[in-house]
């Protein structure tokens, strides 16, 4: 089981892609190369990429979604989401002096952001306090490190980031089919 990740150049299917982690400028170099475009999130990417190397048409970048108008500071309880809304530097000020410094952008707060237009930043702190506590759901596919951080030190809770970062390097050069969930 010593099989070692083919360099990007050498892979020859969309199948023995998926096979191997690869980064999405790893990707974008190969879309390069296979003369596809190289837009696109990390999944959206790597399909296009297999479907190029299988010989398929890859499928077109998905199109992208306006930006919208974006909040500009100075903002308050009061202040409704516009459609687009982004988790801003000017709403991370806002929430810190609101909830205090432990407040951070987790999955509930981005998802609330993201979809919240017509609501208040009244109601997205406390749609925070209301989410304390709750379990975050899947990590996207797109976010292998973090699912894989996050496992690996519930797994080591005395662990250090320098193991955790040797532990992905040793998962991450596995292929698939032999990686375990917390390295």
């Not at 191997?20 to 959206?44: C, F, N």
């Not at 687009?84 to 002096?97: D, I, K, P, T």
Request: a neutral charge; hydrophobic letters at 40%.
């Amino acid at each position: 089981m010593d099989e070692a990740r083919p360099a990007l150049t050498a892979v020859r299917s969309g199948a023995e892609l998926r096979r191997w982690y690869w980064l999405r400028t790893e990707l974008q170099e190969l879309a390069a190369v296979l003369g596809v475009s190289r837009s696109g999130g990390k999944e959206e990417l790597l399909g296009r990429v297999a479907a190029a190397l299988d010989g398929e048409q890859a499928p077109a970048p998905a199109p992208r979604r306006a930006a919208g108008r974006q909040l500009a500071a100075p903002v308050g309880p009061h202040t409704v989401i516009p459609a687009g809304q982004r988790c801003s530097q000017v709403l991370r000020h806002f929430f810190a002096e609101q909830i205090g410094p432990g407040f951070r952008f987790d999955e509930h707060m981005r998802d609330f952001v993201a979809h919240g237009e017509g609501r208040t930043l009244a109601e997205a702190v406390a749609h925070w306090h209301r989410t304390r506590g709750v379990p975050p759901g899947q990590i996207g596919e797109q976010f292998e490190y973090n699912r894989f951080t996050r496992e690996w030190f519930a797994a080591h809770p005395g662990g250090t980031r320098e193991e955790a970062q040797e532990a992905w390097w040793a998962h991450r050069s596995l292929p698939v089919e032999h990686r375990r969930p917390e390295g």
